[in-house]
């Protein structure tokens, strides 16, 4: 990653998804413009922790599933504040020479980007500061490119991040990072829906309208739209939680989805797996 010049504008004033995010994983990375949407998000949606520890569990089994596959190349847009176990952490523990490329708009996640180069000698990570809503900015960024082979498969992450591009513009957005990606590439997506708990998702959807931060749930048409060109692996567009491929695994103790005992609230989002033919 090239040097940052400067100091970095960290926006503490204005409340942002990745900080948000951080502070319902139990982070320590946000500020009070993201702690007071929270609590405005944790009103409409209590549940909120368990739903971004299903998305970092979800994250969890679906590298070891593609690195069981024999992808060694991941390029997760919406990388969020470091939280162990990152995707590189998880793709390196299969394959060591797994080559990890995250990309994110949020500055403080800049400045903590060095947490997330820190990986296997066999391996590559590297930081891209750029935003969803310009994927040839990032397709054409030189650590893109110097990192990632596209004539082999790439698996494109997108945890928890299309729901914050409204309208019909974010199929073009997904279509064209996965254009130069070769057969046998995936797209590897959460996506928030109102499918399950309708006043519940468009309650959270509301609070983080009037944080400032403009977002779209979307129902299951909506998400399989993303898949109409790929293969969907099993099992599916299913609920984040139940999204599993093959035997339920062991996960770590940082991304347990709920103690023992407790009900399961409603699902808030589908997970799904695609594979480029």
């Known amino acids: ?67 069981g596959l024999g992808v060694r190349q991941f390029l997760d847009i919406g990388t969020g504040i470091p939280t162990e176990p990152n995707l590189h952490q998880v793709a390196q523990e299969t394959a060591p020479d797994a080559r990890v490329v995250y990309v994110d708009n949020d500055p403080i996640v800049l400045a903590h980007a060095r947490a997330l180069l820190v990986g296997t000698p ?24 110097e990192t990632l082979d596209f004539d082999k498969p790439v698996a494109l992450s997108l945890i928890a991040l299309c729901h914050f591009v409204p309208g019909e513009r974010i ?3 997904v279509d064209t990072l996965l254009a130069p990606l070769p057969s046998g590439s995936y797209l590897v997506m959460t996506h928030l829906t109102t499918d399950f ?27 399989s739209h993303f898949f109409r060109d790929l293969e969907l692996l099993e099992p599916g567009i299913v609920a984040i939680e139940n999204w599993y491929a093959g035997e339920k695994p ?28």
């Not at 391996?123 to 893109?144: C, K, M, N």
């Not at 468009?202 to 998400?223: F, K, L, P, W």
């Open 250 to 277: 062991s996960l770590p103790d940082e991304v347990t989805e709920l103690p023992t005992g407790a009900p399961r609230p409603p699902a808030a989002g589908y997970a799904a797996m695609g594979r480029k033919k």
């Open 122 to 145: 066999e391996g590559v990570t590297q930081y891209v500061e750029a935003d969803l809503t310009a994927p040839e900015r990032i397709l054409s960024d030189p650590a893109v490119r």
């Open 1 to 67: 990653m090239a040097a940052h010049k400067g100091s970095v504008d960290l926006e503490q004033n204005r409340a942002h998804s990745a900080r948000i995010y951080d502070y319902f994983l139990g982070g320590k990375d946000n500020y009070p413009a993201d702690r007071e949407a929270a609590a405005k998000i944790e009103q409409a949606i209590p549940s909120v922790r368990g739903v971004a520890r299903d998305n970092r569990a979800f994250m969890v089994r679906a590298v070891r599933h593609l690195s």
């Open 171 to 173: 199929y073009d957005i």
């Open 197 to 223: 708990d309708p006043a519940m998702v468009e309650g959270t959807v509301q609070a983080y309208r009037q944080s400032g931060i403009e977002m779209e749930a979307r129902d299951h048409r909506g998400v």
